[in-house]
């Protein structure tokens, strides 16, 4: 998969997501976290992202890749997604030999278990261990966070953390939207919402951590 204006060829789905991101495309998980669905913000909701979050019924014009690595991905699933992307990234079969336009950018995406990384807050340099730092990191940069109650004795067990966050997107910046009145909508608002179990961020998999990280625009980096 190349990205066709810098013509940097992508390995992996968490590159893959990365980019797509940037260029205003909405990022959804499935409950298990083994694809990432891509789709383009919806211009009559607010709501897109929260609905769909946890659902594995795809909404039309959406594909969903395997995260973290799309080497198993069928064929079909990319090119629909790179006919999704509206022109920005392109399918190319190389050689073994062939030296790729760019320098390729890859992550370890086997290590699927590394007790050795830590998560670290990149404004303040703190090494986040617990839930209570994590939404501490997260508040500070206009994050709102929400919690599951349950009169259950196994609490901490089913105890889901809820974060969400306002934000404008680039391509509703970027674009007109008819508002159904014959009249264009200069903007759309988007929400972000990351549901999370409790977690030990010294001994998660290394692709909960990466999907971390990608969610939350590296405020989070690992190390």
């Given at each position: 998969?190349?990205?066709?204006?810098?013509?940097?060829?992508?390995?992996?789905?968490?590159r893959?997501?990365?980019i797509?991101?940037?260029?205003?495309?909405d990022?959804?998980?499935?409950?298990?976290?083994?694809?990432?669905?891509?789709?383009?913000?919806?211009?009559?909701?607010?709501?897109?992202?929260?609905?769909s979050?946890?659902?594995?019924?795809?909404?039309?014009?959406?594909?969903?890749?395997?995260?973290?690595?799309?080497?198993?991905?069928?064929?079909?699933?990319?090119?629909?997604?790179?006919?999704?992307?509206?022109?920005y990234?392109?399918?190319?079969?190389?050689?073994?030999?062939?030296?790729?336009?760019?320098?390729?950018?890859?992550?370890?995406?086997?290590?699927?278990?590394?007790?050795?990384?830590?998560?670290?807050?990149?404004?303040?340099g703190?090494?986040?261990?617990?839930?209570?730092?994590?939404?501490?990191a997260?508040?500070?940069?206009?994050w709102?966070?929400?919690?599951?109650?349950?009169?259950?004795?196994?609490?901490?067990?089913?105890?889901?953390?809820?974060?969400?966050k306002?934000?404008v997107?680039?391509?509703?910046?970027?674009?007109?939207?008819?508002?159904?009145?014959g009249?264009?909508?200069?903007?759309?608002?988007?929400?972000?919402?990351?549901?999370?179990?409790?977690?030990v961020?010294?001994?998660?998999?290394?692709?909960?951590l990466?999907?971390?990280?990608?969610?939350t625009?590296?405020?989070?980096?690992?190390?």
């Open positions: 998969m190349i990205f066709t204006p810098t013509q940097e060829l992508v390995k992996d789905t968490y893959l997501a990365k797509a991101r940037a260029i205003g495309m990022l959804q998980p499935n409950p298990s976290l083994s694809h990432i669905i891509f789709s383009w913000p919806s211009p009559s909701s607010t709501s897109t992202s929260t609905s979050s946890y659902s594995w019924s795809l909404p039309n014009d959406s594909v969903p890749l395997p995260f973290p690595s799309f080497t198993t991905a069928s064929l079909s699933h990319l090119r629909l997604f790179a006919n999704l992307t509206k022109g990234f392109k399918l190319a079969f190389l050689k073994d030999n062939c030296s790729p336009p760019r320098k390729i950018e890859s992550l370890s995406n086997y290590n699927w278990h590394c007790t050795s990384l830590s998560l670290f807050s990149t404004r303040t703190e090494r986040i261990e617990s839930m209570d730092g994590f939404s501490k997260l508040l500070g940069m206009g709102t966070l929400f919690k599951t109650n349950s009169c259950n004795k196994d609490f901490l067990k089913r105890t889901i953390y809820l974060y969400r306002l934000e997107s680039r391509v509703c910046n970027s674009k007109r939207i008819p508002n159904g009145n009249e264009d909508i200069g903007e759309c608002s988007r929400v972000r919402e990351l549901r999370l179990p409790p977690l961020f010294r001994n998660e998999p290394l692709r909960i990466q999907y971390i990280i990608l969610m625009d590296d405020i989070f980096c690992l190390a």
